[in-house]
């Protein structure tokens, strides 16, 4: 039986502000392994703007040094959007499972998909982000990157994107934007 912490989402495009998260959960969460799962498609969107297979790419060279960070590609895999409660009972086993969502989803967090089963299986922990409040129901992770993908999205900005795969991302959406 092992700790994982399960951080998901989009990445689209990967920045600063997820490297923070994963590093905030490797020093203040008990866990063994935090793995990094894009999504194909986020169930509360219609469309991404790069494909999951160039995301899932992008991460993967973004965490290749972290000896405790994995990059999964069950989501990407499915080839369709998959809810958060598909991929715990995927990843559970023996294992404990610290969810990590940011802040900005507290407010529709009772919309997940079976969310009765999944606050029962996961213990959620809360990256902050802004100045929204966390209930202290939930763990908290501190994080301190005001960035987020939908800025970079409407307007590229170097010094937001991991250093590893800037051009790559800053060319990627110049092009497709």
Known sequence: MGNIALFGGSFDPPHIGHIAVVD???????????IVEPAFLNPFKTQNF???DIRL??????FSSYKRVSVDDFE????????TIKT??????????YLIIGA?????????YQFDELKELVTFV????????????????HVNAPVSSTALRAKIQKQFLPQEIAQEIEKFYKEHN
Do not use: C, F, M
């Not at 790419?57 to 973004?62: A, C, P, V």
């Not at 990407?76 to 809810?83: A, I, L, N, R």
């Not at 715990?88 to 499972?97: E, P, S």
């Not at 900005?104 to 997940?112: F, Q, R, Y």
């Open 24 to 34: 905030a959960a490797l020093r203040e969460l008990d866990v063994d392994k935090v």
């Open 50 to 52: 790069a494909p999951a």
């Open 57 to 62: 790419k992008w991460l993967k060279r973004i």
């Open 76 to 83: 990407v895999k499915q080839g369709e959007s998959v809810p």
């Open 88 to 97: 715990v009972r995927h990843l559970i086993k023996d294992n404990k499972i």
């Open 104 to 112: 900005d989803n507290l407010k529709s967090l009772h919309k997940w």
């Open 126 to 141: 809360v990256a902050s982000r802004d100045a929204i409040d966390i209930p202290k129901k939930y763990t908290l992770l």
